[in-house]
């Protein structure tokens, strides 16, 4: 069974920084690809951060220099660290998996969590 729960999300200003974490289940984090979402109001669910099974990222590039995907295989938990955020990073972020690659942004992902809030105020 795949299960995702995120958390870690809240309200800050512009320039400061979230960690997001996703705790998965053994059959969720057992997938090759683990990626991190996100959807702002009135728009479409669009790709933030995707890791494969051996650690390799990619970042969207609106999110690179910024954001860190990184995961800790021990406790099956995915995080996205989040710096000098701005007002256009906000939205809910939702953790998904993929049970092949190519881990890109454009293809599809499941088993989304209940996601996490994030606001960002200028």
């Known amino acids: 069974q795949e299960v995702l729960a995120e958390s870690g999300g809240g309200s800050v200003q512009a320039g400061g920084s979230l960690r997001l974490s996703c705790a998965a289940s053994q059959g969720a984090f057992s997938n090759y690809c683990l990626a991190w979402f996100r959807q702002a109001p009135n728009k479409a669910r669009e790709g933030v951060a995707t890791?494969?099974?051996?650690?390799?990222?990619r970042y969207a590039d609106s999110v690179k220099g910024r954001f860190t995907i990184t995961k800790v295989n021990a406790n099956n938990t995915l995080f996205l660290e989040m710096d000098n955020l701005k007002p256009e990073d906000t939205g809910v972020y939702y953790c998904?998996?993929?049970?092949?690659?190519?881990?890109?942004?454009?293809?599809?992902?499941?088993?989304w969590g209940q996601g996490t809030q994030v606001t960002v105020s200028s």
């Open positions: 998904g998996v993929r049970s092949v690659g190519p881990c890109r942004l454009d293809v599809s992902y499941r088993s």
């Open positions: 890791i494969d099974i051996l650690g390799g990222p």
